[in-house]
């Protein structure tokens, strides 16, 4: 989850306007900053929050399509993909190391099977295994993470959503 977080910093870069963007003390009510919980939303109107300990923001971006450039824990996203929106929870404390979500909605101008036939490769090639597909869904598990997708027909091409779940 962590990569996921990281590439999600330059597109702090990029807001150089509609901003808000709030400082705090890191450390949570009882003084323990061990804890944190991140959550980072981008929708379609291209807003995108931020907030983790001691910052949150509230940032207008240029339009961007962020399809061809995501990559989820080494899983490209399929090509010709716009992400609509994106969300990102992650919690991090001393019992449970790294778990989170990313949840994702997308179009893509390809057929849902072309879709699926996409992650299926990207899956396996990324180290998942049990992969379990259907003509417009899948999942398949690394480790402790499950990734899913979701894919339905819309016009001449599809939509659909990517969640990924677990720890890192």
């Given at each position: 989850m962590r990569k996921i977080l990281i590439c999600t910093f330059p597109l702090l870069a990029l807001a150089a306007c509609n901003s808000s963007v709030k400082l705090s003390d890191a450390e949570g009510g009882d003084g323990n900053a061990s804890d944190?919980?991140?959550h980072i939303a981008m929708n379609e109107g291209n807003k995108v929050s931020v907030d983790v300990p001691g910052f949150s923001a509230k940032l207008a971006l240029p339009s961007m399509n962020l399809g061809g450039h995501l990559d989820l824990d080494g899983i490209k996203v399929a090509p010709n993909t716009k992400v609509t929106t994106l969300d990102v929870t992650a919690h991090d404390d001393a019992g449970n190391q790294d778990d989170g979500k990313v949840n994702i909605r997308f179009t893509n101008p390809a057929p849902a099977a072309a879709v699926i036939d996409h992650y299926?490769?990207?899956t396996a090639d990324a180290g998942y295994g049990d992969i379990a597909r259907t003509?417009?869904?899948l999942t398949a598990r690394k480790e402790q993470k499950t990734f899913a997708v979701n894919v339905s027909p819309q016009g001449t091409g599809s939509q659909g959503t990517i969640l990924i779940a677990g720890k890192d």
């Amino acid at each position: 989850m962590r990569k996921i977080l990281i590439c999600t910093f330059p597109l702090l870069a990029l807001a150089a306007c509609n901003s808000s963007v709030k400082l705090s003390d890191a450390e949570g009510g009882d003084g323990n900053a061990s804890d944190s919980n991140v959550h980072i939303a981008m929708n379609e109107g291209n807003k995108v929050s931020v907030d983790v300990p001691g910052f949150s923001a509230k940032l207008a971006l240029p339009s961007m399509n962020l399809g061809g450039h995501l990559d989820l824990d080494g899983i490209k996203v399929a090509p010709n993909t716009k992400v609509t929106t994106l969300d990102v929870t992650a919690h991090d404390d001393a019992g449970n190391q790294d778990d989170g979500k990313v949840n994702i909605r997308f179009t893509n101008p390809a057929p849902a099977a072309a879709v699926i036939d996409h992650y299926a490769r990207a899956t396996a090639d990324a180290g998942y295994g049990d992969i379990a597909r259907t003509p417009t869904s899948l999942t398949a598990r690394k480790e402790q993470k499950t990734f899913a997708v979701n894919v339905s027909p819309q016009g001449t091409g599809s939509q659909g959503t990517i969640l990924i779940a677990g720890k890192d």
